[in-house]
């Protein structure tokens, strides 16, 4: 799908900018100068290309309860595909990359608990037979944004 | 502490706002409130800290970001902070965190870069490094997303 001029300034307006009032997307529509359908119609269709994954609430996790760590597995080149199902099986494992690295499989962990983070890396430890894990917890957080500025694209 | 409702809520929120002209009407209609009462709870959420903001998540490799690497960098644990907090201003890092090692990972800074060749996500490691004066770092280029999704808060 090809997006044209306005379809990058809704999307920028979208990341940053949702308002919080009884009709959002008639006071973005103003801010484009479009009618409200219109932008209900532009935002359908990139959801549909699933070029926006969501729209929704963004939380801060910390602050519910939860905390993050990263983890890197060494999986060998023919197991990928059988070791990511059991991986992305968790619903705590909300991204999963293959990198170029001996350790080239990073996914990251969501859980309420230190503990529940070692259950589900032992639980997939045993069930992969791979034992070399990393669990890298995060200590500081200097920086975390998830917006991408569309204009230069 | 959270309240059921506010939990409900959340999950609510967290699975995305209805497409209509007047979203937060609907999604009061499945907790028995009003519209006025949906914003209300909704703000309060947000004054909170619990809700950072409503917004849209994208799919970035389809957006012209198609080169990513997570760039990691062996800093000594005295200059951490300072190493941090500098190459976090740098517009093109979006995550920049500081990590446990691990045993045979001495690696304890992590900065995410998204630009549109390895070409340009190189150059600009390079650019990093001679600004903080840290000669010990790797990129790791994603070659497949696995799985991208977005949590599912409460869900046992």
Known sequence: ?153 | MLTELEKNIIKALQAGLPLVSRPFAQLGLQFGLAEEEMLNKVNELKQKGYLRRIGAALRHQRVGYVANAMVVWRVPEDRAKEVGEKLAQHPEVTHCYQRKTGKHWPYNLYTMIHKQTREECKALAEEMARSVGVADYRLLFSTRELKKSSMTYFAD
């Open chain 1, 1 to 153: 799908m090809k997006l044209d001029a306005l379809d990058k300034k809704l999307l920028n307006l979208v990341q940053t900018d949702f308002p919080i009032v009884s009709r959002p997307y008639k006071e973005l529509a103003e801010k484009l100068n479009i009618t409200e359908e219109e932008v209900l119609s532009r935002l359908k269709r990139l959801m549909d290309a699933d070029i926006i994954r969501r729209l929704g609430g963004i939380f801060d996790s910390r602050k519910l309860g939860y905390r993050g760590t990263l983890c890197a597995m060494k999986v060998p080149a023919d197991r990928v595909d059988e070791v990511a199902a059991v991986v992305n099986s968790y619903p705590g494992i909300t991204h999963n990359y293959l990198r170029e690295h001996e350790y080239n499989m990073w996914f990251t962990i969501l859980a309420d608990s230190p503990q529940k983070v070692e259950k589900i890396l032992q639980e997939i430890s045993t069930e992969t037979g791979i034992t070399d894990i990393l669990n890298l917890p995060a200590e500081r957080f200097f920086k975390v944004m998830v917006n991408f500025e569309l204009n230069g694209v």
